[in-house]
């Protein structure tokens, strides 16, 4: 089945210690997405890819960055996770296809805890 | 204030009973709305999506938008113990369609 995959689904870190979250999709979508979600809030829109375009929102940390090699697969590196950094992580993937590009597929998810 | 606003609930019904989950939001432009179900410690999955104006029904959920008030809901008929979880309603506009706007969900458990 297609899908979005992404590893590991649980991560646990020291302050300080950089850590990398890795997001791949099989339905050949071209755009990608990174969101944050804490506890009983909305997902938090970090970066985006259209094709090959990296859209950083402007409100990411610094301490965020992220890295899509290929269509497949896109990374989150978090430099020097704080405390404040414990969160799920998500994934999503939308095609800019006509008639499609509102259906965004989320994967799991990471849940990273932050020590 | 937030773009899009959405009561957190928690919302407890006894099953079989009809839910109504709505959000509201603030920016004219949006004109793609969605609503996605997320289990604990899951990704979100999409429910349903209506673009514009209108009623939208796949099964027991209908999907209705108000855009004179700003204003979406989902309707759940016969509620299900395995549809306790939380409900996001997330909103695009026309011509910035990648960009998603999320509610911040309102938690739903249905009882047996």
């Known amino acids: 089945d297609a899908m979005v995959i992404q590893n590991p689904r649980y991560q646990v870190t020291q302050f300080g210690k950089p850590v990398t979250l890795s997001c791949s999709q099989t339905?050949?979508?071209?755009?990608m997405y990174w969101y944050q979600q804490k506890s009983s809030q909305a997902p938090k829109l970090l970066f985006h890819y259209y094709d090959k375009d990296f859209n950083n929102e402007a409100d990411t940390p610094d301490n965020f960055q992220s890295r899509r090699p290929n269509t497949s697969f896109c990374f989150l590196d978090i430099r020097s996770p704080g405390l404040g950094d414990t969160a799920m992580y998500l994934c999503a993937t939308v095609t800019s296809e006509k008639g499609s590009y509102n259906e965004q597929f989320f994967g799991p998810g990471t849940r990273l805890t932050v020590l | 204030q937030k773009e899009v606003e959405q009561d957190p609930g928690p919302l407890s019904v006894p099953e079989g009973a009809i839910v109504s989950l709505n959000c509201t939001y603030s920016n004219s432009a949006f004109q793609y709305f969605m609503w996605y179900r997320q289990y604990s410690r899951k990704g979100p999955e999409l429910l349903m999506y209506?673009?514009?104006?209108g009623n939208k029904e796949d099964g027991r959920f209908t999907a209705q938008v108000d855009k004179s008030s700003k204003y979406i809901s989902l309707f759940i008929r016969d509620s299900q113990p395995s549809d306790s979880a939380t409900y996001l309603c997330?909103?695009?506009?026309?011509?910035?369609?990648?960009?998603?706007?999320f509610g911040s969900g309102t938690k739903l458990n249905v009882k047996p």
């Open positions: 209506t673009y514009s104006s």
């Open positions: 339905l050949n979508h071209n755009v």
């Open positions: 997330a909103m695009s506009t026309s011509y910035n369609f990648n960009k998603f706007y």
